[in-house]
């Protein structure tokens, strides 16, 4: 064993003695899950894990902090974000940069702004509609193709008047599940 294999190992020993029996427990189903990986998920899994460890430890702790949040997140509003996670990685870079300007102007509204934002587009819905019922993931694709745009001759919907306006998935910042997909014992 090399010097650096033998101090890496003395660390991990450390550590490990460092846990409580329910951490221990976590861990071990976690090795045995990263076990039971296809090779290629398993090396994804680890170069996150990597990563996140080579990140500086306050942007640990905030990762750790919306993953937590994330977690104790209802189930559909997991999916949601998930959906949404899987719609940001089909984007184009056009798209991408539009997405990252407004989530910027958004962030940089005060909590009033965005309630009076989000006011906005309920007062243009039609009143006989909710404005759920203009959520992407609630369209089908039809002639405007599910994706904000109506098709030529229907009227426009709030939403499509402000593209990645408040009321859109666009922009919208919020937890979602971090590069490791998993809390730090826990998965």
Do not use: C, K
Request: net charge positive; no cysteine; glycine share 10%.
């Amino acid at each position: 064993m090399t010097p650096e294999q033998r101090q890496r190992t003395l660390e991990n020993y450390r550590q490990w003695q460092s846990l409580s029996p329910e951490e221990r427990q976590v861990a071990r189903q976690n090795d045995q899950r990263l076990r039971r990986m296809a090779p290629a998920d398993r090396a994804r899994v680890i170069e996150d894990f990597r990563r996140f460890q080579s990140l500086p430890p306050e942007r640990q702790r905030e990762l750790d902090a919306a993953h937590e949040r994330y977690q104790r997140l209802p189930q559909q509003q997991q999916q949601q974000l998930r959906d949404r996670l899987q719609r940001y990685q089909t984007m184009s870079p056009e798209q991408r940069e539009r997405f990252e300007r407004n989530a910027e102007r958004w962030r940089q509204m005060s909590p009033a702004e965005r309630e009076h934002a989000r006011d906005q587009i309920r007062q243009r819905a039609p009143e006989r509609e909710s404005p759920g019922q203009y959520r992407r993931e609630n369209r089908s694709g039809g002639p405007g193709g599910g994706h904000g745009r109506p098709a030529p001759g229907q009227g426009s919907y709030g939403r499509e008047r402000h593209p990645g306006g408040p009321n859109s998935d666009e922009g919208r910042p919020g937890p979602g599940p971090g590069p490791r997909g998993g809390g730090r014992w826990s998965h």
